[in-house]
């Protein structure tokens, strides 16, 4: 029993970033945990997506093609990685911790399938006597814990943003597709529809750039100008919570301990006074900028650059400045 | 319908959090524990179905310093019965905290269960789906917005990228609450004191389950502080334009 299972997350073919980023992690962690790589991808019409991977320097790449997986199911995905997993005998799952990662890893680990332990949302990991570490943040961000596994397989789940996501590449993995374990359409629960509820924006969890507004942007028409500077630097609109609850903004956007914890290249906090649920799902960005009416909101004590100021006056003023450079 | 709300208590995070000695878990001596906020919701969705289609909702809690007010308070806002799970350690793992809860609910005649998709304690959202694999019936997680139609519910799930799916589902299911479909309600503190003077808690004892976690801490550390911002200022445009010299630099 050794080696490293990840199962990558795909929409409409394309494997998201975040999966990529714990594909290269196993890559890296591939010769201290021992054994191979094998990477698991679940779809419809996987055939490119696989075809693409073969260089990414895994070991294998385990393919689930039917139609009934186009959708994300948490029984269905869970049976079949299950199955992978299972056949590789690998002692380590990696997994993006992406809204969909977050439903399938502690089903994964949780349910009678694996029995295994878990570990959620880590930003590091490790290997130490041929154990694996997990390191996660937990209480919001205000305590760390380093996490060992005692069970046969360790499930990670890794926070998107947070590991490089250069592959290896070298070698050539074997593409090996797979039968579902359960007869075609036999989920238990079952999808009546899907809708896309952002518009097609982009999913705020994984942007390279989050403009988050809250309640000092005044109203949901005042997010026009956090929306014109999220464009010029191609990002995601972010929202509070307290923008959320008064109904400005869709839940999907909510950044913090109960919405999204998100970990971009550049977090820029728009009239947002920094509530400890909110630094939890924001803290571990890379550059934090803050715009703030009150010199003394806490969001300064976690940002890297601050400016205390009329956020109507800075952020246009900001998204110009933006606007040429890129001239 | 019948529906069980397990709610979780966690450590206050207002308050400054301290590290045992052993640097394994927290210093417990002083916490101070609230309600789980994704179990407040779970308390208001399963009410807002008690008002539109008539249900009778019972919270459980494992007993901590404050889990009486809680309970209390979720009676206050309307649901039917309380009931307090006493004998469980207070470092209790999710997965020993599941299984003393599975064994309360077990016995229940219950038909949905629904609980905070996570909590602040471990944010690895498994209370739902370790329940329902113990109680051996399916799991829907990251859900919001659940309606009733005869013997159906109709919940919505989050998906990656800013996805809704709609999930057709029929009891006995374990529902994994995401966010309510407003603000969970308050209830005032002279309703609250009312009831604790006319209600009693009912109790249930359940040791400490015998569970193999699957994991342990290592170590557990407060995270170094950051030095806090560098205060930029200037007129609008300058301020911008530094901070659009400063991006530019961290990008390339």
């Known amino acids: 029993m050794s080696g490293i299972c990840v199962i990558l997350e795909q929409r409409g073919g394309d494997v998201k970033r975040a999966s990529i980023e714990a594909l290269a992690e196993a890559l890296r962690q591939r010769s201290a945990i021992g054994g191979g790589v094998t990477a698991i991808l679940m779809g419809s019409d996987m055939a490119t997506a696989a075809e693409q991977l073969k260089s990414s320097g895994a070991d294998k790449i385990v393919v689930f093609d039917r139609g009934d997986l186009a959708h994300y199911s948490t029984e ?10 299972q056949a590789s005998g690998a002692t380590a799952v990696f997994i993006a911790a992406t809204v969909q990662g977050r439903d399938l890893a502690p089903s994964l680990a949780g349910g009678a399938a694996l029995d295994a332990g878990y570990a959620a949302d880590c930003t590091d990991v490790e290997v130490d ?22 069970s046969a397989t360790f499930v990670l789940s890794l926070r998107p943003n947070v590991f490089d996501a250069s592959l290896t590449g070298g070698g050539e993995a074997v593409i090996e597709s797979a039968d579902p374990p359960f007869t075609e359409g036999d989920v238990g629960t079952h999808v009546t529809s899907i809708s896309d509820d952002a518009g097609g924006s982009r999913d705020v969890a994984e942007a390279d750039v989050v403009v988050s507004g809250g309640r000092g942007v005044g109203g949901p028409e005042g997010f026009a100008t956090i929306q014109a500077l999220a464009e010029a630097l191609d990002g995601a609109v972010g929202a509070s919570r307290a923008v959320v609850d008064l109904g400005w903004r869709p839940h999907a956007e909510q950044v913090g301990q109960t919405g999204k914890v998100v970990s971009p290249k550049l977090y820029v906090a728009c009239g947002i006074s920094g509530a400890i649920q909110h630094l ?33 006056e800075v952020v246009p003023a900001l998204t110009e400045a933006i606007g040429q450079l890129e001239d | 319908m019948n529906i069980v709300v397990p709610v979780k208590l966690v450590p206050d995070l207002v308050e400054e959090l301290e590290i045992n000695d052993d640097g394994t878990d ?105 329940l329902a694999g113990y109680l051996g019936v399916p799991c829907v997680s ?22 809704m799916a709609r999930y057709e589902v029929t009891p006995k299911i374990v529902l994994g609450v995401q966010a309510a479909r407003q603000t969970p309600r308050y209830a005032p503190v002279s309703r609250v004191r009312q009831i604790m003077k006319e209600t009693e808690l009912e109790e249930v004892l359940v040791g400490d389950a015998d569970v193999d976690v699957g994991s342990t801490v290592r170590r557990m550390y407060t995270p170094e502080k950051g030095e806090g911002a560098e205060m930029l200022e200037g007129s609008s445009e300058d301020v911008a334009a530094r901070i659009a010299q400063l991006l530019n630099e961290k990008r390339s």
């Open chain 1, 76 to 85: 269905g995905y869970r049976s079949c990685a299950v199955q992978a997993i």
């Open chain 1, 129 to 150: 006597g041929g154990r694996v570490i997990a390191t996660r943040p937990v209480y919001a961000g205000k305590a760390t814990v380093k996490v060992a596994c005692n």
């Open chain 1, 280 to 312: 939890a799902g924001m803290r571990t960005s890379k550059v934090i900028v803050a715009v703030n009416k009150d010199a003394e909101a806490p969001i300064f004590k976690v940002a890297d650059y601050g400016i205390v100021g009329d956020l109507f």
């Open chain 2, 26 to 130: 927290l210093e417990r001596d002083f916490l101070s524990y609230k309600i789980n906020e994704f179990c407040d919701h779970a308390i208001e969705e399963a009410l807002q179905i008690k008002e539109a289609h008539g249900a009778s909702v019972t919270v459980i809690a494992i007993e901590r310093d404050e889990t009486d007010k809680v309970l209390y308070t979720a009676l206050a806002k309307g649901a039917d019965r309380a009931v307090k799970v006493t004998g469980v350690d207070e470092a209790a793992t999710t997965h020993t905290a599941a299984k003393a809860m599975c064994t309360v609910i077990a016995g229940m005649d219950y038909d949905v269960v629904m609980t905070g998709v996570q909590a602040a304690d471990d944010r690895d959202g498994q209370l739902g789906i370790l």
């Open chain 2, 142 to 163: 990251v859900v919001s917005d659940v309606s009733v139609s005869g013997d159906t519910l109709t919940v919505h799930k989050e998906y990656s990228g800013g996805m």
